[in-house]
């Protein structure tokens, strides 16, 4: 150490001193004889050559060193004046220069301490001389690289390395949660915008005033990254070189990705000239599967120096900044970016609006995936519960035809393509009992598409359930599927049922039923907020003895169709975006209508598009979009309307082009602003952004007297639907167009917004005053077009499509005698015997449906007098069965005792066809040939014969169809008294089913089935309104008693043939 002080000798004198023994090996003593000193010196002395020894190892030690490390690490301070030599090295000159570095600071010789001998003797030092720097012939002087290339080289370098021991964690793995899951629960899905675009053309103006559009007023999280921003940061050590722009672009655009991965809605504002590197950040963020939209700031040149806003230019123009982008630099234009702006040509919030619909097509601001880049179905969940593939389509129905059946009216089969096409997404089925409380008391529903509670959505209500999703979707109104305690019993216990319509059809498959209590009236409180025993829709939910419903999921046995010509207008949910998409849609609106349209429906429709073109959308498609399902009497018919549409469209008023017709398949149920949000809610499935809504949508007058209003008044006001509609909280992306009441102008034959300037000018065409003057067959106006159109009996020129209006007219005209279709209701479907022939103009579920009997020879026959009664005389209990209804059919079909040849048809009352209402038959229904129940004769106290063939059920496990005649045993009989009229009710069994070996009689008979039949005469037609019927005896009599009654009704049918029809009204042949 440099601190530690030896003991040395002066050379004279001998005496002990101390000297810094970095100085030791510097000093020289005068020869001395050893003997003359003493011992003690002497080993000193020994000391001191040793230490010199040592020093010269060190010396030689640095030598080397510095031969070898200096050159790379220090300049040659020492030969400043010289240029510096190329390489080879040279040794010699390498040497001198470590010699020089070794004895540069060689110490001077330390003073001799005091003695008595002097002089002191001359102390030298051997350092070595400097030596001078060899002459070199001049070289050509090399560049060298400044700092910021050198750093760019480096950090090329790097990126370029194989990364080792790194385990990234990429999205969809378990370490991270999926971008789609993600954005579902956040409810926005992430994006980077990349604007660029030169200095000054508005990047950061329009995304400034995009943010606040998004953040403020959708409450979408967004994030703006600013070029100017990172300067003062992330890249306050790039200059603006290409590499340090390039690789500011890098590093902008793997911030973006991790923000847009985040689910934020990212912009970055650089404007990144070159387009090589705008590609590497969406190469970045494509490998990334993250959405990239580049967004191209279009201004000339020109603008941009004109606009300045940071002096920039007037810098450049003065020679102040060099290299500038657009200037002396390039700029590279993108060549396909996804949106240009050319911001010097439109306002700033048509710029943001222009965003905001890019953003709405990639599906950002929803959250869900929209690979038609239309609006997804509310809750983002495409629903399609429609089997198609033959062989689950196959599988499904056998597998339905061995399920209890649960059968539909014509508004459940409504609701049932409603739910199963996906038009109350995500709904998938009829509502269970907790969704209905919270449908009746949120107007919504919670929604848990990411299945993380147990399958919530499916799942039979639990009460005290404690956990529950945090998404909530709109559900305006319920949907649910009203049961009779006969049903609810049938079906209890069951993991399936089937959906049956009234021919018996399986229609659908309901899976893991829940079967709760209806509450028919807490139901209409809470959707119609009024008290109205006679309101259409109302009335049908007081039907007596639907007491009960039932909730779970469906699977549709194929798409449901209803063969009334209409068919190719049924659209399901994915058949109609497929639609838009293949006439270029960037955009859907649609308008709703239950009434023809006229001039004014166009006038608003069209102008609504204008609308939508102004606000940048290229290709805005009108989904004229008619209700199909259940309607009131006196709307006008669902045919009609269609028919009247059509010629709208063909004449131009409505281009087909940017038109398209498909019925929406919801019955309507008139509950005014809660309805007309179903509405809107349902048309986002179809792929509709945008809701064309008027003045009193969804409403109606009050059909009776109640407390504080009259028959007439309205129930709801008629401004109410359309502020609720278009301030509700759960319309989602839905957007609206609204509009006020329209006029007919007298001067240009038009319709238009009322002139208050000219109100004279202006004639209100009210839809009873419509509907009137169609029932008036109203002509064409005069030039002058009167003010009292009625009184006139006239229609001005232009208020509707000619064509149009004649359909509608005629429609007035023989509104009572026409054959149409009022909604959609299934015609056709009714399984037919092959000996039965009906007209496909009148197919089942109309009026005037007939099924005729032919023979052999294809002629027309009598079921009921050209059939035998006995397959053989010689066994009298066994008899020849014409089945009318089969097992599941609910629609009332008997022979036509007054009809030639005695047809079967459906009984009507007051016009309308009859059913059976009190739950699915489980059991074939028929009549026995050739019999008859005489009124004239006497039978259980007093009662008469109820005067038709004798009534069967059938018991066999296979069901008939109708005219299907059978060859069945006779077990019993059931005599059904009804209004003093006695009905023989014949229990029979095919006598080819297995039961028939064991069964002769009905006490034979599976235990429940006696009870389950003598349940079904006694109640079914309470559901109806009426009150129960009695039997003679809740047991069935003997198979013989019932063969007898067969021969006596036989024998009263060869009476009443023998003697002929008379005042009966008979057809007998």
Known sequence: SSRTRAKALCGLCGAETAVPARNMSSHHYSPVDAEDLPGSYRYRQKTLQRWRFSMFLSFAAGVVVCMIAYPRLLPCKACAPCEKASPPVNVADVASRAAQIAVSKCPACPACPECQHKPCPACELSCPKIPECPSIAAAPAASQPDDAEVVARHRTKMLARDMVNIAECKPGQVCRADALNRSRVIGQKGITLWMTGLSGSGKTTIAEALERRLLYKLGKNVFRIDGDNLR???????????????????????????????????????????????????????????PFMEVFMDVPLSVVQARDPKGLYKKVAKGLIKGFTGVDAPYEAPLHAELTLKNSELPVEQCVDQLVMALTAAGALSGHAMPDGLTPPDGGVHINRITTAPEALLARRKEAETLPKVPLTDIDVNWLQVVGEGWAAPLRGFMREGTLVQTLHFNSVLHDPNNVTGDYNSATTDWMQSSFPRERVSSPVPIVLPVTDFTRRQIAGAGAVALTNAAGVALAILRSPEVYELRVRELIHRTFGMTDDEHPYVKELLKPGKDYA?????????????????????????????????????????????????????????????????????????????????????????????????????????????????????????????????????????????????????????????????????????????????????????????????????????????????????????????????????????????????????????????????????????????????????????????????SAEQPFGKVAFTAHFVGADGAQISPWHNLALYPTASEPSFVNFVCEIPRGATAKLEVQKEKPFNPIMQDTKKGALRYYTYGASFFNYGMLPQTWEDPAKKGFNGTVGDNDPLDVMDLSSRTCKVGEMRKVKILGDLELIDQGELDHKIIVVDAEDPLAASASSAADLPAGVVPKLVEWLKRYKTTDGKPENKLASDTPTSAARAAEVVKECHESWQALKARGAGTTGFWLG
């Open 550 to 838: 039932v909730g779970g999921e469906v699977e549709l046995l194929g798409k449901i169709t209803y063969n009334d010509g209409l068919d190719a207008y049924r659209l399901t949910a994915e058949e109609l975006r497929a639609a838009f998409k293949a006439k270029g849609a960037d955009v859907v609106y649609a308008f709703q209508t239950r009434n023809p349209t006229h001039a004014g429906h166009a006038f608003l429709m069209k102008d609504s598009r204008q609308k939508l073109m102004a606000r940048g959308y290229k290709k805005p498609v009108l989904w004229l979009s008619p209700l199909g399902g259940w309607t009131k009497a006196s709307d006008v018919p669902l045919d009609v309307r269609v028919k009247q549409h059509q010629e709208v469209m063909a004449a131009g008023e409505l281009h087909p082009d940017w038109t398209v017709m498909a019925i929406w398949p919801s019955p309507m149920i008139y509950a005014g602003p809660t309805e007309v949000q179903f509405h809107a809610k349902s048309r986002r499935a179809g792929g509709a952004s945008y809701f064309t809504v008027g003045r009193d949508p969804a409403g109606m007058p009050y059909s009776s007297d109640g407390p504080g209003h009259e028959e007439g008044d309205d129930i709801y006001h008629p401004d109410h639907g359309r502020y609720a509609l278009m301030s509700s909280p759960g319309v989602g992306g839905m957007q609206f167009l609204g509009f006020s009441k329209v006029y007919y102008d007298k001067k240009d034959h038009t319709m238009r917004g009322k002139d208050e300037s000219r109100p004279d000018d202006f004639i209100s065409i009210s839809g009873s005053k419509m509907r009137k003057l169609a029932a008036l067959a109203a002509k064409p106006c005069p030039p002058t077009i009167p003010s009292d159109l009625i009184a006139s009996k006239c229609i001005p020129p232009g208020f509707m499509v000619q064509k149009g209006w004649e359909i509608v007219s005629d429609y007035y005209i023989r509104q009572k005698t026409g054959d149409w279709v009022p909604y959609s209701k299934q015609l056709g479907g009714l399984p037919l015997a092959p000996n039965m022939r009906s």
């Open 232 to 290: 003062t940061g992330l890249t306050k050590d790039l200059g603006f070189s290409p590499d340090d722009r390039a690789e500011s672009v890098r590093r902008a655009s793997h911030v973006a990705a991790l923000f847009s991965e985040a689910g934020v809605i990212t912009m970055v504002t650089l404007i990144s000239p070159y387009r090589k590197d705008r590609d590497a950040a969406r190469a970045l963020h494509e490998k990334q599967g993250i």
